[in-house]
């Protein structure tokens, strides 16, 4: 996903002379590609998280799209007053750039997991939280936040990630027309049971309902702020059975996103029933072991 | 108005807001009334009828606490009529109680404290990076230097050769519960600035002449970030509130004020 981001990120910045990227101190052998080509509209902002949010925020007060790259809770948690407070108080065009999501550094510690960020993110006002599940969806987002007015979090994982929306794999592959706050249908089959997830986990599940021929439809999120109400209204008219997948932290993460609005839904009478829905999330806890992401996810249990 | 009537003036409205919006931090906006008052007067290229005029110095007020000789400052200048002061804190008011960039002048908006050094070195890189001529200012407190993110970026602006980017650091000695060199001491702060590779001057941050002269010495083609630490006095000008640690957060009474505002006659 970090090399479909900064490829497309390069070709916006052909187009558009106001793309700076900033990184600290964190991209080697990934951002170098931005930086020879764009030396002046580049920075390396060193170790120091707080401060790089500021001057980002200060770049794009004066006109720039502002690109902060970094992995894993580097960007967010150790400097989420700036990006409150800088940016978006200021709805600055200032997009946060995460690699590493959930367990994606699996074996390099809890403090590396990048397992709360979306809770984070997702309560602060003007923020669109992105969290895309493959390449395709990380350049079509990488496109839309050239163009967007305000400020963005791009949930990343690593690298290698496999490709979701291919032919063989899926019938809606089409995302040229991908707007923010769309949702993705993967696999649809009109099942009784759909499976809602988020990143690139959406990968594993699709491998599994194809491969065990499961009795679900998929559904990708690439963005968990917004989603658009009538798209999720729609989906959840048609399921009596919710299944939501994330890697991140049960808490305040996507599947609670998803409850809240189903329950705004119900309340407000624009859907008649409620369906059942089961949150397959980390389970309030630290790991304390060595694990990839593969074994890290299916501790958690992560998996249908 | 000469710039002693105008800081003169800057610290009657200060008083006045605080009393009447029974709010806080009124020996803060008092310490750096001068500096304000230099600034906007003989240093800084703005232009009231013009907020935005795109050659403007711009200002971050860090230690947006004190808002109130900010927002005195800028009503003074001309920015918005004074009479607008009068909503200061008051329900509904966007004169809120940390400066507030939604009013005309303000250029950022502050009050957790730290936030405005890097996003000043932020603007100042834009600038720079676009060939352009306008300064940046920055005003943060002693005290507000606690914050890591001051080192941050005071790192950042020597490394960047940050040269338009001029810091004021309001040295009045006290923070909210004590004495600074109680509490996190920073002395030698002029040492410790020109081992970041920055240059210093320590001026008396109530001599109106100093202040100009020291300010008119930023040179925008050193290639270093440069910093003026005024030794100030916390509440300066009111004499039963100055270096009085209660004031930085008991608004004065109305028989105060009055007091207050007779010795600032």
């Keep these: 996903m970090r090399t479909a981001f900064i490829n497309q990120l390069v070709k916006e910045a052909e187009k558009n002379e106001k793309i700076f990227l900033i990184v600290g101190d964190l991209g080697y052998n990934v951002v170098e590609v931005f930086e020879k080509k764009y030396p002046e509209r580049f920075l390396n902002a060193g170790i120091a998280e707080q401060n790089m949010i500021g001057v980002a925020s200060g770049l794009a007060m004066q006109g720039y799209i502002v690109y902060v790259y970094s992995i894993g809770n580097f960007p967010t948690l150790r400097c989420i007053e700036q990006i409150r407070n800088d940016v978006a108080y200021h709805s600055l065009n200032v997009r946060i750039v995460s690699v590493g999501a959930g367990y994606a550094y699996g074996s390099l510690g809890a403090s590396h997991h990048t397992t709360e960020d979306i809770g984070v993110m997702r309560t602060i006002p003007n923020m669109v939280v992105c969290s895309p599940c493959d390449p395709i969806e990380t350049v079509k987002i990488t496109s839309l936040s050239a163009v967007h007015e305000g400020p963005m979090y791009i949930r990343l994982g690593k690298a290698g990630e496999k490709e979701v929306h291919v032919d063989q794999y899926s019938k809606f592959n089409r995302l040229d027309s991908l707007d923010i706050g769309d949702i993705i249908p993967v696999i649809k089959n009109n099942e009784n049971i759909a499976v809602l997830a988020t990143g690139s986990i959406v990968y594993s599940l699709q491998r599994a309902i194809i491969d065990t021929k499961l009795s679900y439809d998929l559904y990708s999120f690439p963005f968990i702020k917004p989603i658009i109400i009538e798209k999720l209204k729609n989906i959840v008219s048609n399921y009596a059975n919710i299944i939501c997948f994330e890697e991140h932290q049960k808490s305040a993460g996507f599947g609670s996103a998803i409850i809240e609005q189903v329950n705004d839904l119900y309340a407000m009478g624009t859907i008649n029933s409620y369906p059942k829905i089961i949150r397959k999330a980390i389970n309030d806890e630290f790991i304390y072991e060595v694990g990839d992401q593969t074994s890290l996810r299916k501790k958690e249990q992560l998996s249908l | ?265």
């Excluded at chain 2, 509440?235 to 007779?262: C, I, W």
């Design chain 2, 1 to 265: 108005m000469k710039t002693e009537l105008f800081a003169k003036q800057i610290r009657r409205k200060s008083l006045e807001m605080v009393n009447h919006a029974n709010a806080s931090h009124v020996a803060g906006a008092l310490s750096i009334a001068d500096v304000l008052a230099v600034l906007y007067n003989s240093i800084m290229n703005i232009d009231p009828e013009n907020p935005l005029m795109e050659e403007r110095d711009y200002l971050i007020y860090s230690k947006g606490h004190t808002c109130v000789a900010l927002y005195a400052a800028l009503a003074l200048k001309g920015f918005y009529p004074v009479s607008d002061l009068d909503t200061y804190g008051k329900k509904g008011s966007p004169f809120i109680s940390h400066v507030s960039s939604k009013i005309p002048g303000v250029e950022f908006s502050t009050g957790s404290l730290g936030h405005g050094l890097p996003l000043a070195c932020g603007l100042a890189l834009a600038f720079k990076r676009q060939k352009k001529k306008n300064n940046v200012y920055c005003v943060v407190g002693d005290g507000e230097m606690d914050e890591g993110s001051n080192w941050e970026a005071m790192l950042f602006a020597c490394q960047n050769g940050l040269d338009n980017l001029c810091l004021i650091v309001d040295v009045n000695k006290l923070q909210a519960m004590g004495k600074t060199v109680d509490i996190l001491d920073l002395e030698n702060i002029t040492a410790k600035f020109e081992a970041f590779g920055w240059i210093c001057r320590r001026i008396d941050g109530h001599n109106l002449a100093e202040i100009e002269k020291s300010l008119s010495l930023f040179s925008t083609s050193s290639g270093k970030p440069f910093a003026v630490i005024c030794d100030t006095i916390k509440g300066k000008g009111v004499s039963f509130m100055e270096g009085e640690l209660r004031y930085h957060y008991a608004p004065p009474t109305d028989t105060q004020l009055q007091e207050a505002l007779n010795e600032l006659n």
